[in-house]
């Protein structure tokens, strides 16, 4: 816990590490309660694995594929800082059941980025101050305040606090790289229940004629199929889907060619849809820190002796609205101490 003492100065100056949804959410709560934050982002932009990839004549979805509001606060923050940058997607959902039926998922709302999933974390970061392709390498503790060391060997600072929102294996390696022996070991256990995930995406010129735009497999390779270009704002001459495989088969060919992983996911995707044509093109992406268990559900973690705060959807149920509702458990934890 947080405890305010004489010695302990107040939390003003906050460096949050990553630009994903938990970090801009953070980043924009803390900001409406008068605390200056620094976003640092290891990449050329903001979004995490909300991640879209550019192809000819547009983009596609590579990353996290939609998602859901259940949380009131979560459609306001939406509205407030991203209005216009996501819409629903009102397309046909379908799951595969052990049996090998195909059954449609249950109604709900789902929603993505327009024209792309990144929209909406480049609208969040409008309001942010992000500090982009800086990767920190380290923290380094200075009386009660913390200096942030990057690769290249600048240092910023001080800050009164941190909140790292990386992945668990990479945030052990900041710890680790930090010194902060007992965080790194801590860190330890939430990275076996990481997954990775390979994402292909390919592309038809002549659209294929499919039941369902959003498909959950029952097949040893392929774990989630979608049309990429039903979703709003997608403008595509053909059709482009996005196939994500289990993350089983992702780990066991974690090292394997990118050219023979599109192959075996192409012909899994044309034995599940029945499809006889081959893709005119296809891209593929490895995401070595895709998805978490679900049974990481802690929601923050909040380190008062060192001030160091972590955040995402890895410790809120791994769904996109599970890092906003990780960020603002945080935040309130903060504020409340």
């Known amino acids: 816990m947080f405890n305010q003492t004489d010695q302990m100065p107040v939390i003003r100056r906050i460096a949050i590490v990553g630009s994903g949804m938990a970090g801009l959410s953070a980043a924009l709560l803390l900001q409406e309660q008068n605390h200056e934050v620094t976003i640092f982002e290891k990449s050329r932009g903001p979004g995490g694995r909300m991640a879209a990839k550019r192809v000819a004549g547009g983009s ?11 949380n009131p606060a979560f459609s306001a923050f939406l509205n407030l800082y991203a209005e216009g940058s996501f819409r629903p997607w009102p397309g046909r959902f379908g799951y595969q059941t052990t049996s090998g039926q195909w059954e449609p998922f249950p109604q709900e709302t789902r929603y993505v980025g327009v024209p792309r999933m990144t929209a909406i974390t480049r609208g ?22 913390w200096l942030l060391n990057d690769t290249d060997g600048e240092s910023y600072g001080p800050f009164d606090a941190v909140i790292v929102t ?10 680790s790289n930090s010194r902060l022996t007992a965080l790194s070991d801590q860190m330890q256990g939430h990275v076996s229940h990481i997954q990775p995930c390979w994402a292909t995406a390919v592309y038809f010129r002549q659209a294929l004629e499919q039941p369902y735009d959003g498909m959950r497999c029952q097949n040893p390779i392929l774990d989630w199929i979608a049309n990429n270009s039903s979703k709003p704002g997608r403008d595509d001459s053909g059709q ?33 849809t029945g499809v006889t044509v081959c893709p005119d093109d ?5 995401w070595l820190y895709a998805k978490s268990s679900p049974t990481e559900q802690p929601g923050f973690r909040w380190y008062g002796d060192q001030r160091i705060g972590l955040a995402g959807d890895w410790l809120s149920g791994g769904r996109v609205e599970g890092a906003f509702n990780s960020a603002s458990g945080l935040v309130a934890h903060m504020l409340a101490d």
Request: glycine share 2%; aromatic share 10%.
């Open 240 to 272: 482009w889907w996005v196939l994500h495989a289990t993350p089983q088969w992702s780990r066991e060919h974690e090292n394997t060619s990118a050219d023979k992983v599109s192959a075996a996911m192409i012909e899994a995707f044309k034995k599940v």
């Open 282 to 286: 296809w891209i593929s992406h490895r």
């Open 124 to 145: 969040l970061s409008t309001a942010a101050d992000v500090q982009a392709q800086t990767r920190i390498d380290s923290l380094v503790r200075q009386g009660q305040q």
């Open 60 to 70: 596609v979805d590579i990353g996290a594929q939609y998602f859901t509001i259940r």
């Open 166 to 175: 990386a992945p668990p294996a990479q945030t052990r390696d900041l710890f």
